[in-house]
């Protein structure tokens, strides 16, 4: 969890500079945690078979979930929390509670004050 500096870009208007804590994963980390999801699926779908019923869905629901939440979670190289910056609409101080993940997506914010859009840039590294 470092802070770092990060463009907010707007529809129109030249874009302005904020800070932002900023949580990276590395690749290597991603891929481990999204392995474990998919193997934890594939392990609860292979357990479930002895559930008379449920086993005719579960078997391959579970399996396919856990790939699913994998293929999410391998995509997620940071996680942001609070955003500071001057909102180039308002002119005020912002802080931009909790952002979440970023994925290849863009990341859209609003300013706590005045809810002017703004898109989230990160450095590459
Ligand atoms: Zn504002």
């Known amino acids: ?6 463009t907010l870009k707007q529809r129109s ?3 302005v500079e904020g800070t932002a804590v900023v949580t990276r994963y590395a690749a290597t980390d991603r891929t481990t945690r999204a392995g474990a999801i998919a193997l934890g ?3 609860l779908g292979g357990l479930s078979i002895v559930v008379p019923g449920v086993h005719l869905i579960s078997t391959w629901l579970l399996p396919l979930l856990g790939l699913g939440i994998a293929a999410y979670v391998h995509r997620i190289h940071a996680r942001v929390g609070t955003v500071r910056g001057i909102c180039p609409s308002c002119g005020e ?5 909790d952002t979440g993940a970023v994925a290849d ?3 859209w914010v609003r300013c706590d004050r005045c809810t002017h859009p703004m898109e989230l840039i990160l450095r590459p590294q």
Request: hydrophobic share 45%; glycine share 10%; proline share 5%.
């Open 13 to 15: 208007g030249d874009p």
């Open 105 to 107: 997506e863009a990341v």
């Open 41 to 43: 699926g594939i392990l």
């Open 93 to 97: 101080d912002m802080a931009i509670e």
């Open 1 to 6: 969890m470092t802070n770092e500096t990060v």
